[in-house]
C-alpha cells in the first residue's frame, strides 16, 4: 500500500503531501490519522522548524472521503461524530494551533475538507488554477471540519454564507481576497514560493515565531482587552530569554543574529 501521506526534508522544512492522486486526496480515516501522526513527530524535532502542506497530482484534496464517512452516518448520529466530525476537527484544530508555522500548497481543487484545512493552516500559497468549494450543502450536511467557524473570520459573515450556502466554487483570486490564501503563484512556482515563505519565517527565532503565532490564534476568538493581556504574556515568556537577548544585541550591532 502506498504511503498517505509522503514526508520529505527540505533544509530545516518538513514537505508533507496527501498521496491518493487517484481519489483527489479524498481525506480518509487512515490519511487523518497519517497526518496527526506526522505532525507529531514533526513537533518533536527541533531540527524541523516550518511545514509545507500540499496534494499529490491535480489536488490539494476534494474533501472528505464520501463512502466512507457516508457509512459512518448510516449507521447513526454518535457514530458519525465520533468517527468523521470529531477527527477532522481535531485535525484542523491542530493545525490551527500548530507551534511551528503551516504553510498550505494549494496545487489544485480545495473543496470540502481541502478548504477547511486551507482556512486551519497559518500560511497558504495557490496556484492560479486553484478551486476552492464548500460543497457540503449539496450532499446535505453542513462543513464539519470548522467551516462553518473558520471561514467568516477570514472572509467576514455574509462572503462567508454566499459560499457555504451554495455550494459554488470559486478561485485562487477570490480567495486571496476573502483572506482564504495568503499569495497567489504561476503552478511552476508554487513549490519554490511556499520554500521561499517558510524560509523567511524560520531565520528567525522559533520559540518566538511560537508565541506570535499562539497569540494570534487564540487571540482571534478574544474580546480585545483579552487580547491584549494574552500578547503581553506571550511577550513576557520570551522577554528574558537567550533569543530575545541575541535578537536586541544583533540589532545594536548591526548584524544578522545568530539564534544556535
Known amino acids: 500500500m502506498p504511503e498517505l501521506v509522503l514526508m520529505e526534508t527540505k533544509g530545516n522544512v518538513a514537505v508533507l503531501t496527501l498521496n491518493r492522486p487517484e481519489k483527489l486526496n479524498a481525506l480518509n480515516y487512515a490519511l487523518n490519522d497519517r497526518l496527526l501522526a506526522l505532525l507529531d513527530r514533526i513537533e518533536g524535532d527541533p531540527a524541523l522548524r516550518a511545514v509545507v502542506l500540499t496534494g499529490a497530482g491535480r489536488a490539494f484534496s476534494a474533501g472528505g472521503d464520501i463512502p466512507e464517512f457516508a457509512a459512518s452516518i448510516r449507521a447513526g448520529g454518535d457514530l458519525a461524530s465520533r468517527e468523521f466530525v470529531a477527527r477532522g476537527q481535531r485535525l484542523t484544530a491542530r493545525l490551527e494551533a500548530f507551534p511551528k508555522p503551516v504553510i498550505v500548497a494549494v496545487n489544485g481543487l480545495a473543496y470540502g475538507g481541502g478548504c477547511e484545512i486551507t482556512e486551519a493552516a497559518h500560511l497558504a500559497v495557490a496556484v492560479t488554477t486553484a ?17 462553518t467557524q473558520r471561514l467568516p473570520r477570514l472572509a467576514g459573515r455574509k462572503r462567508a454564507l454566499e459560499h457555504l450556502l451554495t455550494g459554488d466554487s470559486f ?5 486571496l481576497a476573502m483572506g482564504l490564501i495568503s499569495r497567489v503563484v504561476s503552478p511552476g512556482d508554487l513549490m519554490p514560493a ?3 515563505l517558510a524560509a523567511a519565517i524560520t531565520r528567525n527565532a522559533p520559540p518566538v515565531v511560537a508565541r506570535i503565532i499562539a497569540a494570534v490564534t487564540r487571540g482571534l476568538n478574544l474580546p480585545i482587552a483579552e487580547g491584549l493581556a494574552l500578547e503581553g504574556d506571550q511577550f513576557a515568556r520570551v522577554a528574558g ?3 530575545t537577548a541575541e535578537g536586541l544585541a544583533a540589532w545594536l550591532e548591526r548584524r544578522e543574529p545568530d539564534w544556535g
Open 131 to 147: 478551486r476552492f468549494a464548500k460543497p457540503e450543502v449539496r450532499i446535505g450536511i453542513p462543513p464539519t471540519f470548522g467551516g
Open 171 to 175: 478561485g485562487a483570486e477570490q480567495a
Open 194 to 196: 511556499a520554500l521561499t
Open 241 to 243: 530569554s537567550a533569543d
